[in-house]
């Protein structure tokens, strides 16, 4: 891809939009990750955030509050919170997960160890309290330790749901909104609230992160099935792996014959995996049309995310957001 | 023990004196460990809540608002606060430890997994954070989330101090003031905080706090290789077996011999532990008077809790919270 390709991607025209916004919110976070008793912590944060993730939620923290005319300083502050919030539970996912693989690059639990990763997180998860306790902002304040005690729910959630074929779309919806929409959510609707936007500009940007989270997961989930390691920087085959029921997954299920339930409940209920599995359930996705209503799915809620921000004020921001919903989906085309 | 006796420990004198502000305490804890969506929280949670702590630290809240005069009802918030950042702590150090008794029972990362304990951790973390939000008091807000984060930070310090025979009394000082002192002394100090006490009771509170959670971790360091697993709840030994420089160990550390220093070395740097070590480590910190030692620092610190509390009111809870103070320390007498 050359160089003007990338520069017509959503998320980095936004990211030009914003850069001296991101670099400040750079400078906090690498500020407030540093540890002056324990070095074990930026060394770990380090490895994590300079990985290079997208920084998609900080950047809708950002562009909510600018697109509201805000003109302060706070917004820098809530972006990085919602980061490391994003970092601590990224730390924990990988212990969780036991994952080898995160951003194309070895987890931290597997360059340190689990403990340093628990600890690490927690850490961090203290640090975005501590800056957003700056902010001075109880609703803010309420917004985000919601939306934390809500991420939390939805990874027990997932772990309870995990290997239960039973998992139905709409506690699928649950998870998702829990582990990924949440935070999605809070990034955007604290932009507002920031800016002293209106309560009806504040619902749309909450309605807006929301959507847009639900969307992301959903294609996340359908790339877990499909997408190569190198771009979406994760194994093909790991949530089939972890036995995690996702969109593309209950619906093939819902529509299995005798046999292919049987295949599925050794596969993922009883975890008795076995060479051939994966090409078996990703030929069974494929038979059942699976993958192409899960990504019907995420294009629906790409349009809600687009069609909340009709009464948000004319901005250039407001295009790059709607641009945004567009290309989270057509990762998957 | 008879009944009568078990009424004259100060502990239980508080307690009983507190019954009708902790009887809310534990009915709030009740109801905010509850999780519509994921069941498993609870599972976990009560496990761990109605195994019976002391409820050492809400009670310090509870007594610190009390004896400042406090007549509203936000000190049940942060008692509850308190237990609960007390208690997501508890779950990530025995995945930290990988323990398997805590309280005289099962951990609850034996009983269910890792992951479980991690995740409603992070449940209860986040819970703790929506009930100090409700306070309104940016204040409080700032204590308990720089407790938080010193918390982690003491956490982490231990893990890389731990099998290292360089750890010297200062940076035990600092892990220790981390990973116990700091939640005793926010307790207090939020206690006097909410209550509107004076400037300088406020500081009072928090030495008192401070003094005591380093008096109380010395000596569960010292029960740690003389204790009875009935009596505290662990196995003696845990210690030594995890690794961990704890005062009477750097104590003798510090005087040992070549050949006993070869010992150390080949048992905690190296962790090549045999039959017969623990009773080994054990003579050579009766050899070298590093239990008494240990214990009578534990005592200085209790004293500087007991001093700080003399310009308080005076108060029935005032000489509770001395008694307490020398309770803390006769647990090793």
Avoid at 47 to 76: F, N, S, W
Avoid at 113 to 132: H, T
Wanted: aromatic share 6%; hydrophobic share 45%; charged share 30%.
């Amino acid at each position: 891809m050359s160089l003007d390709e990338t520069a017509r991607k959503p998320h980095d025209l936004m990211a030009a939009y914003l850069a001296t916004d991101m670099e400040r919110v750079n400078a906090l976070i690498r500020d407030r990750m540093v540890s002056e008793h324990a070095p074990r912590i930026p060394e770990v944060t380090r490895h994590l955030v300079e990985a290079g993730g997208k920084r998609l939620r900080p950047m809708l923290t950002l562009a909510a509050a600018r697109l509201c005319g805000y003109e302060g300083d706070h917004h820098i502050r809530l972006a990085a919170t919602v980061e490391f919030i994003h970092t601590a539970t990224l730390l924990h996912d990988d212990v969780v997960d036991e994952s080898a693989q995160r951003r194309g690059r070895p987890t931290a639990n597997l360059l340190w160890d689990n403990k340093s990763s628990v600890l690490v997180g927690d850490y961090l998860f203290s640090r975005s309290f501590q800056l957003m306790v700056e902010t001075e902002s109880l609703r803010v304040l309420d917004i985000l330790s919601n939306a934390s005690a809500t991420i939390a729910e939805g990874e027990v959630l997932q772990l309870t749901a995990s290997q239960d074929l039973s998992t139905d779309e709409a506690l699928y919806l649950k998870v998702i909104r829990g582990k990924t929409a949440a935070l999605f959510s809070a990034a955007t609707e604290v932009g507002g609230i920031i800016a002293g936007a209106s309560e009806e500009r504040i619902e749309a940007l909450r309605i807006y992160g929301d959507a847009l989270g639900i969307a992301f997961q959903i294609v996340d989930d359908l790339l877990d099935y499909g997408g190569k390691s190198a771009v979406i920087g994760k194994n093909t085959g790991d949530d089939f792996r972890e036995r995690k029921l996702t969109l593309p997954v209950i619906k093939a299920v819902a529509r299995a014959s005798e046999e292919e339930r049987a295949f599925w409940r050794r596969a993922i209920e009883k975890g008795d995996q076995r060479a051939g599995d994966l090409d078996r359930a990703m030929a069974l996705l494929a038979r059942h049309g699976a993958m192409e209503m899960a990504r019907s799915e995420a294009l629906d809620w790409a349009d809600r995310a687009k069609r909340a921000l009709s009464i948000l004020p004319d901005h250039e921001l407001k295009g790059m957001l709607a641009a945004l919903a567009d290309y989270v989906v057509a990762r998957v085309s």
